[in-house]
Protein backbone atom coordinates (compact mmCIF):
# COMPACT_ATOMS: atom_id res chain seq x y z
CA UNK A 1 0.00 0.00 0.00
CA UNK A 2 2.65 2.45 1.35
CA UNK A 3 4.47 1.46 -2.61
CA UNK A 4 1.36 2.28 -4.58
CA UNK A 5 0.79 5.67 -2.94
CA UNK A 6 5.05 6.84 -3.25
CA UNK A 7 5.01 5.58 -6.74
CA UNK A 8 1.36 7.73 -7.36
CA UNK A 9 2.42 10.92 -9.26
CA UNK A 10 -0.71 12.57 -8.62
CA UNK A 11 -1.76 11.14 -5.37
CA UNK A 12 -0.82 14.48 -3.25
CA UNK A 13 -3.21 16.32 -5.52
CA UNK A 14 -6.23 14.02 -5.11
CA UNK A 15 -5.69 13.82 -1.71
CA UNK A 16 -5.95 18.03 -1.64
CA UNK A 17 -8.87 17.97 -3.41
CA UNK A 18 -10.68 15.04 -2.03
CA UNK A 19 -10.41 16.10 1.41
CA UNK A 20 -10.98 19.98 1.13
CA UNK A 21 -14.39 18.68 -1.12
CA UNK A 22 -15.58 16.54 2.02
CA UNK A 23 -14.57 19.78 4.32
CA UNK A 24 -16.88 22.07 2.10
CA UNK A 25 -19.97 19.33 1.86
CA UNK A 26 -19.55 19.09 6.05
CA UNK A 27 -19.63 22.95 6.10
CA UNK A 28 -22.58 22.90 3.68
CA UNK A 29 -24.45 20.56 5.69
CA UNK A 30 -23.76 21.49 9.04
CA UNK A 31 -23.75 25.47 8.28
CA UNK A 32 -21.69 26.19 11.41
CA UNK A 33 -18.45 28.70 10.81
CA UNK A 34 -16.41 26.81 12.86
CA UNK A 35 -16.53 23.71 10.37
CA UNK A 36 -14.21 25.60 8.27
CA UNK A 37 -12.90 23.72 4.69
CA UNK A 38 -8.89 24.29 4.98
CA UNK A 39 -8.58 22.86 8.59
CA UNK A 40 -11.09 19.82 7.66
CA UNK A 41 -8.55 19.08 4.93
CA UNK A 42 -5.35 19.73 7.23
CA UNK A 43 -6.98 17.29 9.57
CA UNK A 44 -7.36 14.77 6.83
CA UNK A 45 -4.11 14.79 5.11
CA UNK A 46 -2.23 14.72 8.23
CA UNK A 47 -4.89 11.54 9.10
CA UNK A 48 -3.92 9.80 5.43
CA UNK A 49 -0.14 9.96 5.45
CA UNK A 50 0.03 8.85 8.79
CA UNK A 51 -2.07 5.62 8.35
CA UNK A 52 -0.61 5.19 4.66
CA UNK A 53 3.31 6.35 5.70
CA UNK A 54 3.37 8.04 3.07
CA UNK A 55 6.75 10.49 3.28
CA UNK A 56 5.65 14.85 3.23
CA UNK A 57 7.98 15.18 0.61
CA UNK A 58 6.22 12.43 -1.95
CA UNK A 59 3.05 14.00 -0.79
CA UNK A 60 4.23 17.96 -1.78
CA UNK A 61 5.63 16.49 -5.05
CA UNK A 62 2.28 15.36 -6.18
CA UNK A 63 0.39 18.43 -4.57
CA UNK A 64 2.66 21.05 -5.93
CA UNK A 65 0.44 22.33 -9.18
CA UNK A 66 -1.74 23.76 -6.70
CA UNK A 67 1.34 25.97 -5.69
CA UNK A 68 1.06 27.37 -9.24
CA UNK A 69 -2.48 28.53 -8.40
CA UNK A 70 -1.82 30.81 -5.41
CA UNK A 71 -0.66 33.95 -7.48
CA UNK A 72 -3.31 33.52 -10.15
CA UNK A 73 -5.95 32.61 -7.48
CA UNK A 74 -4.77 36.06 -5.93
CA UNK A 75 -4.41 38.20 -8.67
CA UNK A 76 -8.41 37.48 -9.40
CA UNK A 77 -9.51 39.00 -6.43
CA UNK A 78 -9.11 42.27 -8.34
CA UNK A 79 -12.42 41.70 -10.14
CA UNK A 80 -14.68 42.37 -7.54
CA UNK A 81 -12.28 45.79 -6.93
CA UNK A 82 -12.74 46.70 -10.18
CA UNK A 83 -16.47 46.54 -9.87
CA UNK A 84 -16.30 48.89 -6.75
CA UNK A 85 -13.57 51.14 -8.31
CA UNK A 86 -15.79 54.42 -8.48
CA UNK A 87 -15.92 53.74 -4.97
CA UNK A 88 -12.47 53.18 -4.04
CA UNK A 89 -12.17 56.75 -5.91
CA UNK A 90 -14.57 58.35 -3.26
CA UNK A 91 -12.69 57.02 -0.07
CA UNK A 92 -9.18 56.41 -1.43
CA UNK A 93 -7.69 58.08 1.87
CA UNK A 94 -9.62 56.21 4.17
CA UNK A 95 -8.72 53.44 2.39
CA UNK A 96 -5.23 53.71 2.04
CA UNK A 97 -4.74 54.96 5.80
CA UNK A 98 -6.46 51.84 6.81
CA UNK A 99 -4.67 49.74 5.65
CA UNK A 100 -1.38 51.17 6.67
CA UNK A 101 -2.88 51.00 10.07
CA UNK A 102 -3.59 47.51 9.63
CA UNK A 103 0.09 46.57 8.52
CA UNK A 104 1.43 48.11 11.43
CA UNK A 105 -0.78 46.97 13.96
CA UNK A 106 -0.10 43.38 12.80
CA UNK A 107 3.78 44.09 12.73
CA UNK A 108 3.73 45.83 16.33
CA UNK A 109 1.57 43.08 17.58
CA UNK A 110 4.24 40.48 16.54
CA UNK A 111 7.25 42.88 17.65
CA UNK A 112 5.07 43.41 21.44
CA UNK A 113 4.86 39.34 21.81
CA UNK A 114 8.77 38.50 21.03
CA UNK A 115 9.38 41.19 23.61
CA UNK A 116 6.67 39.14 25.99
CA UNK A 117 7.94 35.78 25.17
CA UNK A 118 11.39 36.46 24.31
CA UNK A 119 11.33 35.14 20.87
CA UNK A 120 14.56 34.53 19.70
CA UNK A 121 15.66 36.60 16.14
CA UNK A 122 14.55 33.39 13.64
CA UNK A 123 11.14 33.01 15.31
CA UNK A 124 10.44 36.60 15.78
CA UNK A 125 10.81 37.05 11.71
CA UNK A 126 9.16 33.77 11.14
CA UNK A 127 5.95 35.41 12.56
CA UNK A 128 5.80 38.90 10.85
CA UNK A 129 4.21 38.23 7.82
CA UNK A 130 1.30 35.75 9.54
CA UNK A 131 -1.36 38.53 7.97
CA UNK A 132 -0.70 38.08 4.08
CA UNK A 133 -1.10 35.93 1.84
CA UNK A 134 1.25 32.69 1.07
CA UNK A 135 2.30 33.11 -2.24
CA UNK A 136 4.03 36.80 -0.55
CA UNK A 137 4.24 35.16 2.84
CA UNK A 138 6.71 32.38 2.12
CA UNK A 139 9.32 34.44 0.16
CA UNK A 140 9.16 37.40 2.67
CA UNK A 141 10.01 34.57 5.43
CA UNK A 142 12.81 32.97 3.47
CA UNK A 143 14.29 36.63 2.85
CA UNK A 144 14.27 37.58 6.59
CA UNK A 145 16.00 34.24 7.04
CA UNK A 146 12.83 32.85 8.99
CA UNK A 147 11.37 29.21 9.51
CA UNK A 148 9.16 28.78 5.88
CA UNK A 149 7.09 25.96 7.18
CA UNK A 150 6.24 27.85 10.53
CA UNK A 151 5.27 30.55 8.62
CA UNK A 152 2.73 29.05 6.67
CA UNK A 153 1.38 28.04 9.90
CA UNK A 154 0.96 31.21 11.15
CA UNK A 155 -0.86 32.27 8.02
CA UNK A 156 -3.34 29.83 7.73
CA UNK A 157 -3.96 30.34 11.71
CA UNK A 158 -4.46 33.44 11.12
CA UNK A 159 -6.54 33.25 8.00
CA UNK A 160 -8.98 30.42 9.26
CA UNK A 161 -9.67 32.44 12.64
CA UNK A 162 -10.71 35.82 10.00
CA UNK A 163 -12.68 33.06 8.21
CA UNK A 164 -14.21 31.95 11.44
CA UNK A 165 -14.27 34.59 14.18
CA UNK A 166 -14.27 38.00 11.84
CA UNK A 167 -18.03 38.73 10.89
CA UNK A 168 -18.99 38.22 14.65
CA UNK A 169 -15.77 39.86 16.19
CA UNK A 170 -16.89 42.95 13.43
CA UNK A 171 -20.47 43.00 15.26
CA UNK A 172 -19.39 42.97 18.90
CA UNK A 173 -17.22 46.19 17.87
CA UNK A 174 -20.12 47.55 16.43
CA UNK A 175 -18.54 48.38 12.93
CA UNK A 176 -21.16 48.73 10.38
CA UNK A 177 -19.39 50.35 7.70
CA UNK A 178 -19.04 47.80 4.80
CA UNK A 179 -15.36 49.56 3.66
CA UNK A 180 -14.19 49.32 7.36
CA UNK A 181 -14.89 45.75 7.27
CA UNK A 182 -13.49 44.58 4.44
CA UNK A 183 -10.18 46.55 5.18
CA UNK A 184 -9.99 45.19 8.52
CA UNK A 185 -10.69 41.51 7.30
CA UNK A 186 -8.39 42.04 3.97
CA UNK A 187 -5.67 43.10 6.46
CA UNK A 188 -5.77 41.00 9.11
CA UNK A 189 -6.66 37.43 7.56
CA UNK A 190 -5.23 37.87 3.99
CA UNK A 191 -7.31 35.40 1.38
CA UNK A 192 -8.95 33.13 3.83
CA UNK A 193 -10.80 36.24 5.36
CA UNK A 194 -11.76 37.71 1.97
CA UNK A 195 -13.57 34.46 1.23
CA UNK A 196 -15.75 35.57 4.38
CA UNK A 197 -15.57 39.45 3.33
CA UNK A 198 -17.23 38.16 -0.54
CA UNK A 199 -20.20 36.32 1.24
CA UNK A 200 -20.52 39.61 3.47
CA UNK A 201 -21.33 41.21 0.54
CA UNK A 202 -19.36 43.02 -2.78
CA UNK A 203 -18.22 45.86 -1.19
CA UNK A 204 -16.99 44.24 1.50
CA UNK A 205 -15.19 41.55 -0.92
CA UNK A 206 -13.74 44.82 -3.17
CA UNK A 207 -11.89 46.19 0.26
CA UNK A 208 -10.65 43.11 1.56
CA UNK A 209 -9.31 42.19 -1.65
CA UNK A 210 -7.71 45.63 -2.26
CA UNK A 211 -5.97 45.12 1.28
CA UNK A 212 -4.48 41.96 0.51
CA UNK A 213 -2.70 43.54 -2.48
CA UNK A 214 -1.22 46.92 -0.64
CA UNK A 215 -1.15 44.78 2.77
CA UNK A 216 1.56 42.81 1.21
CA UNK A 217 3.37 44.85 -0.24
CA UNK A 218 3.41 47.35 2.33
CA UNK A 219 4.68 44.18 5.04
CA UNK A 220 7.02 43.60 2.82
CA UNK A 221 8.80 46.95 3.18
CA UNK A 222 7.74 47.27 6.93
CA UNK A 223 9.05 43.49 7.88
CA UNK A 224 12.14 44.59 6.64
CA UNK A 225 12.52 47.68 8.71
CA UNK A 226 11.23 45.67 11.33
CA UNK A 227 13.38 43.03 11.30
CA UNK A 228 16.76 45.05 12.13
CA UNK A 229 14.47 45.73 15.67
Not at 100 to 107: E, K, N, P, W
Not at 123 to 144: D, R, W
Not at 172 to 201: L, N, V, Y
Amino acid sequence: MKDFFQDSVFVGLLISLGSYGIGMWLRKKTKLSLINPLVISIIMVIAFLLITGMDYQTYCEGADGLNYLLTPATICLALPLYQQVELLKKNYRAVILGITAGVLSSLCTILLLALAFQFNHEIYVTLLPKSITTAIGIGMSEELGGIVSLTVVSIVITGVLGNVIAEKWLQICRIKDPIAKGIAIGCASHAMGTAKAMEMGDVEGAMSGLSIVVSGVLTVVGATLFSYI
